[in-house]
């Protein structure tokens, strides 16, 4: 299994780098000690990526703020045709863009139509569709979120949900771009198998899941959210209290998706 290897490449990479750190000091501790307190516990051992989907939207311009009021590293995914529709649109693209604190994904130049069964049946009209996005919005880093499907091509971590997506997603993979999906949906509203969650439900639920190894990537846990959704005061409080709760915990800090692999754990 690609995870098990990814694991071994780690664990073999990091017994190389305990010797080599050894190499010329006067005391060679054996390959078996463990230092009590190892220079990288200073970093919380897990990472939660918020992403944002659908943007440049109405709610874009509250993301942007909260972002700057928390110092919090987000990551958007933007729909191509969106940020080009009006001026307002292209302003918001602006201002995330001049945010270093947010990360911009490739979310497609037309978000399927909202037709995902159709859309993936023509895998090489999904590339063309994530390389205008990529081309309209001058993105660089190769990150994308798939519209309608959760599916993950990263490194040589894969999985696919129950759509069908899965060769567009290796044509994508195979021509430079990295697939994020997530492992957790908070919305403003019920529905579709997601639950009505406050920040606390949240905190406990995350905790959860990254305790007990149910995200994609052991550590890591990816939110995914909507720009428009923060224009409900009463869920935009509850992802604030979310934040200071993560901010207090030991346990847990905020990341960017460049980072997902490079993280330490
Ligand atoms: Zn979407």
């Known amino acids: ?17 305990l010797f080599s750190s ?3 000091k006067k005391t060679v501790e054996p390959a078996y000690y463990i230092h009590p307190f190892p ?3 200073t970093v919380a051992p897990f990472t939660i ?7 440049p939207s109405a709610g874009s311009e509250i993301v942007n703020e909260l972002v700057e009021k928390e110092a919090l590293p987000v990551n958007v995914f933007l ?3 969106n940020v080009c529709l009006t001026q307002r649109s292209r302003e918001l693209f602006r201002k995330y863009r001049s945010n270093p604190l947010v990360e911009i994904g490739n979310h497609s130049f037309t978000h399927a139509e909202r037709r995902y069964e159709k859309y993936y049946r023509r895998p090489l009209s999904v590339l063309a569709d994530i390389d205008r996005s990529r081309d309209s919005l001058q993105l660089e880093n190769g990150l994308v979120r ?3 499907r959760n599916i993950f091509r990263v490194d040589s971590l894969s999985r ?7 060769v567009a997603a290796d044509t994508l993979a195979a021509n430079g771009y990295q697939i994020f999906g997530w492992d957790l949906e908070w919305r403003c509203h019920p529905g579709k198998g997601i639950g009505l969650h406050t920040g606390e439900e949240m905190m406990e639920l995350v905790n959860s899941l990254l305790s007990r190894k149910k995200t994609f990537h052991q550590g890591r846990l990816i939110i995914l959210l909507h720009d428009k959704e923060l224009l409900d005061e009463n869920f935009r409080t ?5 934040i200071s709760l993560v901010k207090k915990s030991d346990n847990c800090r905020f990341g960017h998706l460049s980072d997902y692999i490079r993280d330490d754990q």
């Open 146 to 148: 798939l519209p309608g």
């Open 22 to 24: 050894n190499i010329g």
């Open 238 to 242: 509850e992802l604030e209290t979310f």
């Open 160 to 166: 696919d949900d129950h759509g069908n997506g899965s």
């Open 1 to 17: 299994m690609n995870w098990h290897y990814h694991r071994m490449t780690i664990a073999y990479t990091g017994a190389l780098m």
């Open 79 to 81: 729909i191509g045709r």
């Open 49 to 55: 990526y918020l992403t944002f989907d659908d943007g």
């Open 39 to 41: 220079a990288h516990k």
